[in-house]
């Protein structure tokens, strides 16, 4: 019997230990998809980062070439010296000859996309814009930080810039004669331009530009501030509605501004990280597919954080990396529930022998083999405690009469109905069996003999006023004794087997105890 529960008892470990398998495997899964989910999206920052890169490098390439071949020439610096320490009569014909001088030069570099070329003097005063000749003479230094670098470091200095008159890429370059700085150049681009190359690199994804608000309304000028719009996706930044118009007729596939939930669904994905005004990442699932909009951080040349550029699209990838985790967790689950049947089936199964081992299964009581299993370790714990116990056999009076009269099945029921009115009157602690054909045993261990009697009695009162189908009323006969101490179980059924026989012989429907 010990090995029936030991093998339940490992089958139960076994059920336990395969879930915790499956429950580490889905773990597992979910680790290895959001390791590879992130190493994705790390790859896609990279990737926007080098696209970004190049197009800045091509365009800052360019405007080297265009100061090393148009502009840095002493015809060039000549002037700017001059300017440097003439009255605004000189000016105005040092600013002409100037124009005159790059005209052509300036029209080139125009239809390569640069906007702006603008000559300062060293204290950061504008010289000449040559796309806005008529705008000179105002102190550029007070907001934009770039001048004040280039005329502390005497270096080039390139990168993203919010100017008064115009935001964009800016590549400045000083002029430096005899160790002087004598004032400095510089070229633009505007943002459209580097949006633009950005659609002909991947052309079915969305861009987009976001510039910081408050930057924005610190340093551009109130008739430049119209060019701005509130973002979409952010009260805290502006759109260039120059841009917006570029992005919405360039739009990919997504068409991020003519699809105001998958918009709303963005702003929720982006409304907290982009407070940190750091680049971040975000997948949003959408209709079935899966999207990645990534935030580009713009910083401009003093370190300040001034804005975003993002890129929005579908992406098969994610999808794929989804779908591998799903179907391993679907696979995963499939087996261990499997398994888990096998298991349950197996321990069903061994219940069921575990039970028939140890209980009779007509009566649904112990059987005669249970009975001596459980009844030594009893026996064994009174000796110890010196408790008493009392043990009786009942035997069913004519049960011969009832099988004859009324058929074995007839007589089988009267049994399991007996049994159960039996083990309604006694305790948990007690033990109770079926002995041997229409007899039962009682193990009572902590017991007297007169409680005891007072046990049996009342259960042979009950089964005499019950009335059994078919039969009607049925009596009992039920020998007792107490045992001795250290008293052999064998021993004390011989003795209450001996009761149980005086019980028959002076009557019937009696409990005789000794």
Request: glycine share 6%; hydrophobic share 40%; proline share 2%.
């Amino acid at each position: 019997m010990k090995n029936l529960f030991d093998k339940s008892h490992s089958i139960l470990l076994l059920g336990l230990g395969l879930t915790i398998i499956w429950l580490v495997l889905l773990v597992y899964f979910q680790t290895l998809y959001e390791n590879r989910y992130q190493e994705y999206l790390n790859q896609r920052e990279e990737r926007f980062e080098d696209e970004l890169e190049s197009i800045l490098n091509a365009y800052e390439s360019f405007s080297n070439y265009i100061f090393e071949t148009m502009i840095d020439h002493d015809s060039i610096y000549e002037i700017m010296i001059q300017a440097a320490s003439s009255d605004d009569g000189q000016k105005a014909m040092l600013r002409e000859q100037l124009q005159q001088s790059l005209s052509d030069d300036y029209q080139v570099i125009s239809g390569h996309g640069f906007n702006q070329m603008q000559f300062h003097l060293p204290d950061g005063t504008s010289f000449l814009r040559f796309h806005a000749p008529d705008q000179f003479g105002d102190d550029l230094k007070l907001k934009r930080g770039s001048l004040e670098i280039v005329a502390q470091t005497h270096q080039p200095v390139s990168g993203f810039e919010v100017g008064e008159f115009f935001t964009g890429y800016r590549f400045i370059y000083p002029f430096m004669k005899d160790e002087n700085f004598i004032g400095s150049v510089e070229t633009s681009i505007p943002m459209g331009k580097v949006i633009s190359g950005l659609y002909s690199l991947e052309p079915m994804q969305d861009y987009g530009f976001l510039l910081n608000k408050e930057l924005m309304e610190t340093i551009a000028s109130e008739d430049i501030q119209v060019q701005y719009q509130d973002s979409l996706i952010s009260n805290d930044y502006v759109s260039d509605i120059e841009v917006f118009e570029i992005t919405k007729a360039n739009s990919g596939i997504l068409e991020i501004y003519s699809d105001p939930e998958f918009l709303k669904m963005m702003k929720a994905a982006v409304v907290s990280k982009i407070k940190t005004g750091e680049s971040f990442t975000v997948s949003i699932s959408y209709k079935g597919k899966y999207y990645i909009v990534q935030f580009e951080q713009i910083k401009d040349i003093s370190g300040q954080q001034a804005g975003y550029i993002y890129i929005a699209g579908e992406n098969s990838q994610l999808f794929d990396l989804a779908r591998t985790r799903d179907l391993s967790f679907l696979l995963t689950t499939i087996v261990y529930f499997v398994l888990l049947l096998v298991i349950y089936y197996i321990k069903q199964r061994n219940d069921m022998i575990a039970k028939l081992a140890i209980y009779d299964q007509l009566t649904e009581i112990y059987n005669r083999y249970a009975f001596f299993e459980l009844s030594k370790k009893m026996l064994e714990a009174a000796n110890r405690s010196k408790c008493p116990v009392c043990l009786a056999i009942l035997d069913i009076d004519f049960f011969k009469r009832v099988n004859d009269l009324y058929g074995h099945q007839t007589g089988d029921i009267v049994l399991r109905t007996l049994a159960g009115i039996v083990a309604e009157s006694v305790r948990k602690s007690d033990v109770l069996a079926r002995f041997g054909g229409e007899e039962l045993i009682l193990l009572m261990p902590e017991s007297s003999l007169s409680d005891s009697w007072e046990v049996a009695e009342r259960i042979r009162k009950a089964i005499e006023s019950y009335s059994f189908a078919a039969v009607g009323q049925i009596t009992v006969s039920i020998g007792l004794v107490e045992m001795d101490f250290e008293e052999d179980l064998n021993d004390a059924i011989i003795r209450a087997d001996q009761a149980l026989y005086a019980a028959k012989e002076n009557g019937r429907n009696k409990t005789v105890a000794r």
